[in-house]
Structure formats: structure tokens, C-alpha cells
């Protein structure tokens, strides 16, 4: 018994007898809207970026207060790795005594956060007590000392500021590398 065969013969049409190309409109249509969903999340992440999500803008910019109103401190809470940045602290007049100011930051300002300089530079500094305890002298408000940061890490910091006699207040960033 013999097997009988059949040439192959393509289920798609030849125009002018040009090689047949067939599609698959159904697959055609979800490779569209797998398309559109991508240029949806393209179109998100650049948003994102320009608001600051990933550092550097409105959603990254962030201000805490110390009840007292002993201090404000204006800082990113969105930071990038190895990138400067400025923290700034306002200080009310609650926080000066005798002619100084006596400021006190946790440790990780400069483990975590890089601390590069201080403006103005305090007329002391010493460390104790988990941080350092900075004194700058002033006469009147408004006085503000200036922190220039690059982390040194990417992660997450918890840095934590006080006026001697005043509330602590936590600062919380965030380091994207």
C-alpha cells in the first residue's frame, strides 16, 4: 500500500505571483496595545522624573519644621547617589542663647549623607552623643546655616536634627542610585 501525498500549498493568496505574506490581525492587534501600554509607561516615567520623583523637583523637595518653631529645615527628601544638594536650616529666635546657636545632628549627616561643608562654619563642633553638636554664633534672626550634601550611598537615611531644649526633629531621604 502506498502513501499518497499532496504538495504543500499555502492557504494565503499570491498577488501577481509575488511571494505570499500573510498576517495575523489578531496578533497584529495585541502587539498594538502591548505597544500603546509601554509608550503609557514611558510616557509616566518621564513625568515622574520631571516632578521630581526620582529626585530633583517639586515631589522631591520637602520641609519639616521643629514645633517650637526653634528651627525649619528646607531638604530633598528624594537624593541621589554621589550628586550635591543643599539642606538648609532656619532658625527662630528660640534658638539662640547668648549670642550662639547650638545645633545637633545625628551621625548620619555625615555617614549616610556625605556632608561636604557648612555655611557659614561654626565657631565649634564636637562630637558625643551620637552626632555632633555644631555652634554658630548670631546676634539676630534670621539665621541659617547651610549643609552641602553627597551621599555617600544609595538606600534610605534617617537623619535627625535638634536645638539643644527643643523638639528633635527626623528627617527621612531616601538615596536612588
Request: glycine letters at 6%; hydrophobic letters at 45%.
Amino acid at each position: 500500500m502506498a502513501i499518497k501525498t499532496q504538495p504543500v500549498t499555502d492557504s494565503v493568496p499570491k498577488i501577481n505571483d509575488e511571494v505570499a505574506v500573510g498576517e495575523d490581525l489578531q496578533f497584529q492587534r495585541r502587539w498594538w496595545a502591548f505597544e500603546r501600554w509601554i509608550w503609557m509607561l514611558f510616557a509616566l516615567l518621564v513625568l515622574l522624573d520631571l516632578l521630581g520623583a526620582f529626585g530633583r523637583g517639586p515631589l522631591a523637595k520637602k520641609h519639616a519644621e521643629a514645633a517650637d518653631g526653634s528651627m525649619k529645615v528646607d531638604y530633598e527628601r528624594i537624593e541621589r547617589f554621589s550628586t550635591p544638594s543643599i539642606l538648609t536650616v532656619s532658625f527662630g529666635k528660640q534658638a539662640i542663647r547668648d549670642g550662639k546657636i547650638q545645633l545637633w545632628v545625628s551621625e548620619s549627616l555625615v555617614k549616610k549623607l556625605g556632608n561636604q561643608r557648612i555655611v557659614p562654619q561654626p565657631a565649634a563642633s564636637s562630637i558625643g552623643n551620637n552626632g555632633i553638636l555644631y555652634t554658630f554664633p548670631a546676634s539676630d534672626v534670621p539665621a541659617t546655616a547651610e549643609f552641602a550634601l553627597s551621599p555617600a550611598s544609595p538606600g534610605s537615611a534617617e537623619l535627625q536634627m535638634q536645638v539643644p531644649g527643643s523638639s528633635v526633629i527626623t528627617l527621612k531621604v531616601f538615596i536612588v542610585p
